[in-house]
């Protein structure tokens, strides 16, 4: 039954993703909602990265598409088939507040795969949720979206300023199974207060949580929260919340797995952090199930004057690419926080 999904989801993203044309030249195919996109974004943006597939490994640029204009749409699109035919997850990275993000993702084809997962979607919310899904048989309604945040109090959620209509709408679309992938908020909390103290031994030997990341992964994790703390917070007080940024991603590690478990693939849709190799929901699955085949995808805006792709790619300690493949986007708004804190 487990290998009938995966040949049925490898035929629907073929479908969907727009497959190579049997009778025409390897660089054509027809060019299916996410393509338009990116083509769109090239048409609007003024910057040469925007719309375009950046391959973080070449050993992944495909042979048939070498030549191609789009060899990084046309590489990705292979591996996404290979990850999703193998049982293995899918992760798509984004930056919360960048509505074209989103916009991309729910042109994914929810369809194509067994089950999705989200990060904003708490465990505490899990049983309101299956209970919802259960409710509609995964037969989409007009009203589905509206009942699927009453049902897991999506306004009350701290999400609810993002723009996740579109991802969330074409879930319900999908008919798939998804799942809550975080941990509840008090959990969180109460991690980020007392660090390793707050979780019992077995359920961080469980998680993976006793497996030390590296010296070098946990300067960078306390790095990246000073900077995002506005450099407010001095770092030797971060300890606790550095851990809380493990549990997170050993959390939704634990959420792709079970999901595996249960449909046989998966996707999974979090932040970008969450995505990365060396120390995020990817570490953790190789730490438990390392014959378990991920694929990581951050979404990444242009920078003014930063035209060099490889100039974005996140790096490990190593130097080695900590993602897959990097899909550059027009910038969005965006609030200066840090700019608020430093008038006050």
């Keep these: 039954m487990r290998a009938l999904k995966r040949l049925s989801a490898f035929v629907v993203a073929a479908v969907l993703a727009g497959a190579v044309c049997a009778s025409a030249s390897a660089c054509e195919f027809q060019r299916g909602p996410i393509i338009k996109l990116l083509e769109e974004w090239r048409k609007t943006c003024n910057h040469p990265l925007c719309g375009r597939i950046h391959i973080a490994e070449s050993w992944r640029l495909k042979d048939h598409a070498k030549n191609c204009e789009e060899k990084g749409w046309m590489s990705m699109r292979e591996d996404v088939r290979a990850t999703i035919v193998a049982g293995g997850a899918v992760l798509f990275g984004e930056q919360h507040d960048n509505p074209l993000h989103h916009e991309l993702r729910s042109r994914v084809g929810f369809a194509s795969y067994a089950s999705a997962v989200f990060e904003q979607i708490p465990a505490d919310k899990a049983a309101a949720l299956d209970e919802f899904l259960a409710s509609t048989k995964l037969n989409y309604k007009s009203d589905a979206l509206e009942r699927l945040k009453a049902a897991i109090d999506w306004d009350k959620s701290g999400w609810k300023e993002y723009a996740y209509d579109p991802l969330l709408t074409a879930a319900l679309k999908g008919q798939v199974p998804f799942y809550a992938g975080d941990a509840d908020r008090d959990t969180i909390k109460k991690v980020a207060?007392?660090?390793?103290?707050?979780?019992?031994?077995?359920?961080?030997?469980?998680?993976?949580?006793?497996?030390?990341?590296?010296?070098?992964?946990?300067?960078?994790?306390?790095?990246?929260?000073?900077?995002?703390?506005?450099?407010?917070?001095?770092?030797?007080?971060?300890?606790?919340m550095a851990f809380a940024q493990r549990y997170r991603d050993a959390v939704l590690a634990d959420a792709v797995l079970k999901a595996i478990e249960k449909r046989g693939s998966t996707l999974l849709i979090a932040g970008n952090e969450h995505v990365r190799k060396d120390r995020g929901v990817p570490w953790y699955i190789r730490q438990r199930a390392p014959e378990k085949k991920t694929l990581s995808i951050m979404m990444l805006e242009v920078e003014d004057g930063k035209t060099d792709p490889e100039a974005y790619v996140p790096r490990d300690e190593e130097g080695k690419p900590a993602v897959d493949y990097v899909i550059f986007t027009p910038r969005a708004p965006h609030t200066d926080h840090c700019a608020k804190v430093e008038k006050n």
């Design 193 to 240: 207060k007392e660090g390793p103290s707050a979780l019992p031994d077995e359920e961080k030997a469980r998680l993976k949580l006793d497996v030390a990341l590296g010296d070098k992964a946990d300067a960078a994790v306390l790095d990246q929260l000073f900077e995002s703390h506005c450099k407010q917070m001095p770092r030797e007080t971060l300890g606790s």
